[in-house]
């Protein structure tokens, strides 16, 4: 029996006979986390991309920034190799219906070379199945979970483009963190998200108000660590397509304003065995309950905090999240149920885990759940222990290591970071330190911000 909303190749063909489907979208994401690729015809996407011709797109499409400009200093892309074509191959176990377009379906593809069918190893869907496959290799399954929260804007989006995004108005006018009447105000479409996702095949558990003016946040169930980015990519992508076709706007970012707190993406993430049936982080005998696996897993998590930091902060706004006060972390520090730590241990039993709060509301979910796996071994094989546990408020810790306050803070660690080379390999591991390198470049180089205008314009 098919999970609600998923399809297989039968159920396409049927369905398009009937005209119940009359698009389907090949999709994979980019750096930046945005899906792209081509809407087919149901006959060709059976008959052809199925088949012997498959599927092509331009491999610029991995060496480009959010404007869609291609970026110089990349190995694997670049003028130089003629920017020629890779195959997207489609993971039919992904295959869904799309229930907020018409008679659409959706799958997401790999990318593999046009020539010899090998898997692009700079993909970024590429990156995370190499970690679940050392994780596999080493005997254990990695289960994680995506918190994401957003801001919804009664502005479409043409509108807050058209006022350079200022003074936009949000959905609520005062904050409604766990809020029941303002949420039932954002009903009409928090409820819509909801049910379309799960029309879609991706669990939901819940929706709640959260902290800012217009904030929300909507919670997907529990998975295993590519399943959970598959879910966590197509309900970010879906989440901004049904408030397009609604008339309004929701943003991702990180912090779209200094006035208000930034979006999270509390990432959870627990270890269990190869099989997946069983978790190995409760030790009813030991201190907090914590197996010497969680201990080391842990250990490894917060010992790369600073030099995997890009992979889930990778913006130069990512890292104006990081306020004190704000509930977003500034310490590298773990504690039982604490909202002021980097690292918050929760659950019990075969819920017990750890929930990162370093990830924001723009992170790439394959790059971060990828670094995930990539610490967490890091941490088991060379059985780094976790520091004592941390009590107290952390935004006042002394002499506690710090989240990157910048991207140039976070690319200068990225950039000594064997760890970081020796998980993803020289040629992945070159091509993201170059993306985030780019990034900073752009930003300080090419771009005049409004900040500066205010500033410098008059008595500058």
């Known amino acids: 029996m098919h999970q609600q909303g998923m399809l297989s190749a039968q159920d396409l063909e049927g369905l398009a006979a009937s005209g119940d489907i009359d698009t389907v979208l090949c999709m994979f994401t980019d750096f930046q986390g945005r899906f792209v690729g081509k809407r087919i015809l149901p006959h060709f996407f059976l008959d052809e991309v199925l088949g012997d011709e498959g599927l092509h797109a331009c491999l610029y499409l ?5 404007e869609m400009e291609p970026l110089p200093g990349f190995e694997y892309a670049s003028w130089e190799t003629g920017y020629g074509d890779f195959k997207m191959i489609p993971d039919m176990s992904t295959l869904r219906l799309v229930p907020w377009l018409e008679k659409t379906a959706m799958v997401i593809c790999d990318v593999a070379d046009e020539h010899t069918g090998e898997p692009v ?18 005997g254990y399954t990695f289960k994680t979970g995506s918190e994401l929260e957003f801001y919804l804007f009664k502005d ?11 003074d936009l108005q949000p959905s609520s006018p005062y904050i409604m963190d766990y809020h029941m009447l303002q949420t039932t105000k954002d009903e009409w479409i928090i409820r819509k998200i909801r049910n379309d996702m799960v029309g879609a095949g991706v669990p939901i558990e819940f929706s709640k108000g959260e902290f800012g003016k217009g904030q929300h946040e909507i919670n997907v169930t529990y998975a295993d660590a590519l399943a959970t980015a598959d879910y966590h990519a197509i309900y970010k ?25 930034g979006s999270s993406c509390h990432m959870h993430s627990s270890v269990w065995n190869a099989e997946g049936t069983q978790s190995l982080m409760w030790d009813e005998g030991r201190p907090h309950h914590m197996s010497e696996t969680f201990g080391h897993f842990l250990g490894g998590m917060m010992s790369t905090a600073r030099e995997m930091a890009w992979m889930y902060a990778p913006f130069v706004n990512s890292y104006k999240r990081y306020q004190l006060g704000s509930w977003a972390p500034t310490a590298i ?6 909202r002021t730590c980097g690292f918050r241990v929760v659950g ?14 723009d992170v790439n979910p394959y790059l ?9 071994l890091h941490g088991i094989e060379n059985k780094i222990e976790a520091p004592e546990m941390f009590t107290g408020n952390a935004y006042e810790a002394k002499d506690a290591e710090r989240v990157p306050s910048s991207l140039h803070e976070a690319l200068a660690e990225m950039e000594r970071s064997e760890v970081m080379r020796e998980a993803f390999g020289d040629l992945a591991y070159g091509h993201l330190v170059n993306m985030a390198r780019q990034e900073q470049t752009i930003f300080d180089n090419n771009c005049v911000t409004d900040w500066e205008l205010v500033r410098y314009f008059e008595r500058g």
């Open 348 to 361: 019990e039993h075969q819920g017990y885990r750890v929930e990162s709060r370093l990830p924001g509301g």
């Open 237 to 261: 992508h879906g989440v901004k397509e049904i408030a397009a076709l609604s008339g309004v706007a929701i943003t991702f970012m990180a912090k779209w304003t200094m006035e208000e707190a």
């Open 62 to 66: 991995v060496a480009i920034d959010m």
């Open 368 to 376: 971060g759940y990828a670094a995930t796996i990539a610490a967490g």
């Open 121 to 138: 190893e700079v993909g970024p869907r590429t990156i995370l199945k190499r970690q679940v496959e050392r994780a596999t290799a080493a």
């Open 156 to 166: 479409s989006y043409d509108e807050a483009a058209a006022k350079r995004y200022q």
């Open 333 to 338: 520090l773990w504690s039982e149920d604490n």
